[in-house]
């Protein structure tokens, strides 16, 4: 069973980072794309960032600029640096992934992390 785990939420004030991780594990053969999204309360969730497993980045252009998402291959991990954090970031950012589990799952499924919070606050 694949699982997805966040860590690296918290409390944060405005302007400052804070640097999200997402370890995935499990029954997996290969990891496409993997991203970010957020949820705030009484929000929809909004995708953050997307990184392909050839490293091709995708922004929302609410963070474009001062998020930065990246991944190791190696660990099957994925990051979200958080830089000059605004009060609108705060949410419950979820972990994605798009996994293969066997040579024959074509395309892959997606699977989600429970969330890790981040709350922007003076």
């Known amino acids: 069973q694949v699982q997805l785990v966040e860590s690296g939420g918290g409390l944060v004030q405005p302007g400052g980072s804070l640097r999200l991780s997402c370890a995935a594990s499990g029954s997996i053969f290969r990891i496409n794309t993997m991203g970010w999204f957020r949820q705030a309360p009484g929000n929809q969730r909004e995708l953050v960032a997307t990184i392909t497993s050839g490293g091709s980045t995708n922004y929302a252009d609410s963070v474009k600029g001062r998020f930065t998402i990246s991944r190791d291959n190696a660990k099957n991990m994925v990051y979200l640096q958080m830089n000059s954090l605004k009060p609108e970031d705060t949410a419950v950012y979820h972990c994605?992934?798009?996994?293969?589990?066997?040579?024959?799952?074509?395309?892959?499924?997606?699977?989600w992390g429970k969330g890790t919070p981040v709350t922007v606050s003076s």
């Open positions: 994605n992934a798009r996994i293969r589990r066997t040579t024959w799952d074509y395309g892959g499924m997606d699977y």
